[in-house]
């Protein structure tokens, strides 16, 4: 059973990332990975020939949070130098400004409203991820390709719209947010021994874990595993230990691809890292990290979450080194959405995607300096994160790295979007796209990669929105036409107002005509253009009433509700006993 070699393997395996090739660690890796998995001889491919992915999604990372975008004090130095020796994708758009709907697109390659996803789904939702969609999993899949996916998955929690149900050969992970159930920190002097730490100081105690499942983060939060060459599919743990679980994930990232070094891979790590955790994880910033990071950074706790993700990054990419697979190796790193500034230092940094004009822009009417809004209007606020189509809300940290084919050093600041995943890969492995499907992605970022002198395929990019994230969004905020950035609609991100006073209502303020911004000149959208390009905001809005006379917006699903808790393998309803603390894994319902 591979999930017991897994258990069995950790209690002597070293919960800490390798620092390196030739830590430890990572040779005792070698030992796991041949339990799990056979341990396969190197791929001989040539580098274009269906080409291994790496595909790293960071949770609510800013643009202004990484060495390479400019933070005086973070400390990312693989992450640095992979962006530094391959291509900086300085234009990288997330098709949605919150989670769910951020990762349908990059799975799809759809707009999230055609498929008719919400904003987020909560955790206690029955539906998922429609199953009629194709996901990039399968189209590599038809290629030959073995798929596995860590971290976060957030696409739907019941079984059939787990990973393993959506082209994963693999997965090891959470079924949504860190903060949407209660997960704990176990004490960094038992880390490496789960027997002592499976009930950590600040794990709530046993008789406070959720008899009854409640609205909302309530109930703890679940590990799952899923293999299907063996048929597991299973809680290993809940509440989810997050001292280990970035650990955990490398782990088993790294033992899979020991394994499949023979064949192309897809390897998924959607981090759940540096999203915040609920309150009571290391109050007030809410952040988490492994034993070996915390307190190494001068960021604090978001520093040291920050320093675990690109220790992942660099441990990996020794390890596939060492594999003798890395000219046939592409990584693509990016974020899903803008920082969550409702929660101030515990949330990233918009770097210079500030969106200053809604501090003070309403329309003229105003015009008020930051220091005087006093009022709520239709600006007059600073939080222009998450939740919001600003630049900071969508515009994201990217870059490609691929040796031999991404010159070093090199940027392209063309328009590329989350969408372009989907289509992008496929053309690299020459898979073919789904038939009778719209995809609003295109594979202009394939080109890019190949050749950073390539131009952008899209004409323009529209952004929908709903502040009321549990909804899907049936209408254009935003839109991105050459060098041009127009809104429709402005709001401000995830709780609203002037962060982190997060007490005041979310304003919402329509914009006929459009206000208008010149992006490439302005990235800080603080000078809105005048009059002199009415022609261009006439254009933008005569294109969008086109787009969406064409658009067919899907039905939304009457089960992003609250009527399933995944509590130890049980699936149930909101109002029944659920008891859910699990220290041995136990399966997952079948459906």
Request: aromatic share 8%; with cysteine.
């Amino acid at each position: 059973n591979v999930a017991k070699s897994i258990a069995d393997q950790e209690a002597s395996v070293p919960l800490r990332l390798p620092g390196g090739m030739g830590d430890h660690a990572a040779v005792v890796l070698l030992a796991v990975a041949a339990v799990i998995w056979p341990v396969a001889s190197a791929d001989t491919r040539s580098a274009l020939d269906r080409p291994n992915i790496l595909l790293f999604l960071v949770d609510d990372l800013g643009y202004g949070d990484l060495g390479f975008t400019g933070h005086p004090t973070t400390h990312t130095p693989n992450l640095d130098r992979l962006a530094a020796g391959g291509l900086r994708l300085t234009t990288w758009y997330s098709a949605y400004s919150v989670c769910t709907s951020s990762r349908t697109a990059v799975m799809t390659g759809r707009l999230p409203p055609r498929v008719g996803m919400p904003g987020v789904i909560n955790s206690l939702s029955a539906a998922g991820l429609p199953l009629s969609e194709v996901t990039v999993a399968n189209v590599l899949k038809s290629k030959g390709y073995s798929t596995m996916a860590v971290g976060k998955w957030h696409l739907g929690q019941t079984p059939p719209y787990l990973p393993t149900r959506r082209g994963f050969d693999a997965f090891l992970g959470l079924p949504f947010s860190v903060d949407d159930g209660d997960g704990y920190t176990s004490p960094c002097a038992t880390t490496n021994h789960p027997a002592e730490s499976a009930h950590g100081p600040n794990q709530p105690p046993l008789d406070q874990l959720r008899s009854g499942v409640r609205l909302g983060p309530s109930l703890p939060l679940p590990l799952i595993h899923q293999d299907v060459d063996t048929n597991v599919s299973e809680i290993v743990e809940q509440p989810t230990d997050l001292t280990r679980l970035t650990a955990r994930l490398y782990n088993f990232t790294a033992a899979f691809a020991t394994a499949h070094a023979h064949q192309p891979m897809f390897l998924y790590v959607a981090f759940g890292h540096v999203h915040t955790a609920t309150p009571d994880i290391n109050p007030p910033l809410k952040q988490y990290a492994g034993c070996q990071y915390i307190n190494t950074t001068r960021r604090g706790r978001f520093g040291d979450a920050l320093a675990e993700v690109d220790g992942f990054v660099g441990a990996l990419h020794s390890h596939i080194d060492t594999l003798g697979i890395a000219s046939n190796t592409l990584t693509l790193f990016f974020s899903d959405n803008g920082p969550s500034m409702r929660w101030g230092l515990g949330a990233g940094s918009l770097g210079i995607f500030t969106g200053e004009a809604a501090a003070f822009h309403d329309r003229g009417s105003t015009g008020l300096p930051f220091s005087q809004c006093t009022q709520w209007v239709g600006g007059c606020y600073n939080d222009t994160g998450k939740g919001s189509t600003w630049e900071g809300g969508i515009r994201m940290p990217a870059f490609a790295f691929w040796p031999g084919v991404t010159a070093a050093g090199s940027v392209s600041s063309e328009v590329v979007s989350s969408m372009d995943v989907l289509p992008s890969l496929a053309a690299l492995a020459e898979a073919d796209l789904p038939e009778g499907v719209i995809l609003d992605g295109k594979r202009s970022l394939a080109d890019i990669i190949l050749d950073p002198t390539s131009k952008s395929a899209h004409d323009v990019l529209w952004f929908y929105n709903e502040p009321a994230i549990a909804n899907v969004s049936t209408r254009i905020f935003a839109a991105r036409y050459g060098r041009y950035k127009a809104h429709f609609i402005t709001s401000p991100g995830l709780g609203g107002g002037m962060y982190p006073d997060i007490g005041r209502p979310a304003a919402e303020t329509a914009h006929d005509p459009p206000i208008l911004f010149d992006v490439d000149a302005d990235p800080s959208e603080s000078r809105p253009l005048g009059a002199e390009h009415a022609a261009v905001a006439a254009a933008i809005t005569a294109m969008k009433a086109t787009f969406e006379a064409s658009f067919t917006l899907k039905a939304i699903d009457p089960r992003f509700g609250y009527e399933w808790a995944l509590c130890c393998g049980v699936g149930c309803a909101s109002a029944a006993a659920c008891a859910c603390h699990c220290p041995t894994s136990v399966p997952l319902p079948p459906m």
